[in-house]
């Protein structure tokens, strides 16, 4: 009796140690090659798990445009896309500021990737369930370039 109840303590200890530890989520997304899109426009996180995402921009992309991938916070998709539109009358936006607008909505973002070239963008998802919308913020974009990343248990 003594021997059940000890292991059933280490199982429910085992379990409750890797409902902590979630694994790394790493997830590849890729750039259209015609048209400004994402090949993954939605994917489901836990929150304060590790995220890993590798952007990729095709050497083949017809387009030649630069992208990068932004995430923002709950409902802030609009305001954040105008924001880099406004961005385009700023010299430095698309070479240091690599297109990323001044905004506190914006919680992560990686370079600005030109065709043939990749970045990977690291981070803890954040604690708080939600919709969190991630969208390219090359001026013009991220009206039809953007997905959705959703944090939840
Ligand atoms: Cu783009």
Redesign the pocket.
């Known amino acids: 009796m003594k021997k059940t109840l000890l292991a059933l303590a280490v199982v429910a200890s085992l379990s409750s140690f890797l409902t902590v530890v979630a694994e790394d989520l790493e997830i590849t997304i890729t750039?259209d090659k015609v048209q400004?899109l994402y090949d993954v426009t939605e994917f489901t996180v836990k929150p304060g798990q590790k995220v890993k995402i590798t952007l990729i921009n095709p050497g083949d992309s017809v387009t030649r445009?630069p992208?990068n991938i932004l995430i923002c916070k709950p409902g802030t998709k609009n305001a954040v896309g105008m924001a880099s539109n406004a961005g385009l009358s700023d010299p430095e936006f698309l070479t240091t500021k690599q297109a990323v607008p001044d905004s506190d909505d914006v919680l992560f973002a990686s370079k600005l990737v030109q065709p043939d070239a990749e970045d990977v963008l690291e981070f803890t998802a954040p604690s708080e369930p939600g919709d969190y919308p991630y969208i390219?913020t090359?001026p013009g974009?991220w009206a039809i370039?953007n997905g959705i990343m959703k944090v939840a248990e």
């Open positions: 750039a400004f445009q992208h390219c090359y974009h370039m």
